[in-house]
């Protein structure tokens, strides 16, 4: 390149002369308009919710046995059980259901908030109702595993999970639950409430919060509802946890006891609420 033709690179800003037209000075500003710096359009950050229940993934869980006892909320939770013995009973149509939907009919009636404690195996079996229970603002959802094996052994004799199994057990649960939607939680809940440290330990990488209960119902294989209301109204405390099924052919009397219950609450001067406002 020619002497003239680095200097033409070198300086072409300001030189007119090496073949290209130099710079158009900026047009002035039209009258009334202000100058301003442009408009970035940028995409919001999604919001992050933390569902409740929610503990530090690598800890062992906490354990909640009952709420603060200073308040006057109870919360009752109902257990929807599913294990692979009932679900054979269904398919030879030894038992009509493990769904009872007039103990749904009266929560919704008198708008009653509460917890569901779900199997995946449930869910699984019963789509729409479990879709009922999610879409109702009053009902929350939790984990009670996928086929409510236990995760100790002698544990009412259900069958022993391996060791592990139990992390993939939970998980596959919330991947279950989570297509339905509503208020899902981190909240899980032990098959029999049978657990020890090795089971803890298997669900500390998923970040949930484990619930037992102070108040423990008996309503599976009660023959009347006259027990499951003595249960719980002795039991009951402000803050208490309450443990109710959901599981018709194995709590056949929960739905009738329910109303009792409710009105024993309401003289003792205590209101139902979901777990998550409860423990909130």
Not at 40 to 60: F, N, Y
Request: with cysteine; net charge positive; hydrophobic share 40%.
């Amino acid at each position: 390149m020619s002497l003239r033709g680095r200097l033409c690179v070198l300086l072409v800003l300001t030189l007119s002369g090496c073949g290209a037209a130099p710079p158009a000075p900026p047009a002035p500003p039209a009258v009334g308009v202000s100058q301003s710096p442009p408009v970035v359009e940028r995409t919001p950050a999604p919001v992050q919710s933390v569902q409740p229940g929610t503990s530090r993934s690598g800890a062992l869980p906490p354990v909640v046995q009952h709420g603060p006892r200073g308040v006057t909320k109870v919360a009752l939770t109902f257990d929807a059980d599913m294990t692979d013995a009932m679900a054979a009973r269904l398919r030879r149509g030894e038992v009509s259901s493990y769904a009872n939907l007039r103990l749904l009919d009266l929560l919704e009636k008198r708008r009653i908030p509460a917890t569901f404690f779900v199997t995946g195996q449930w869910a699984e079996q019963y789509p729409e109702v479990t879709r009922r229970i999610a879409g109702n603002p009053l009902f929350e959802v939790a984990n009670h595993s996928y086929e409510h094996a236990a995760f100790t052994g002698d544990c009412y004799d259900l069958p022993r999970l391996a060791p592990g199994a139990m992390t993939e057990d939970v998980a596959k649960t919330f991947r279950a639950l989570e297509p339905f939607g509503g208020r899902q939680t981190r909240y899980f809940r032990f098959p029999g409430l049978c657990h020890d440290r090795a089971a803890l330990r298997a669900l500390s990488a998923l970040g949930v919060t484990v619930i037992d209960g102070d108040v423990v119902s008996g309503d599976p294989f009660a023959r009347g509802p006259k027990p499951v209301v003595n249960a719980v109204l002795s039991q009951v405390r402000p803050g208490s946890i309450v443990i109710m099924h959901v599981t018709e052919a194995n709590a056949r009397y929960t739905d009738d006891a329910l109303p009792a219950i409710l009105a024993g609450l309401r003289r003792e001067g205590l209101t139902p609420v979901t777990l998550s406002e409860l423990l909130g």
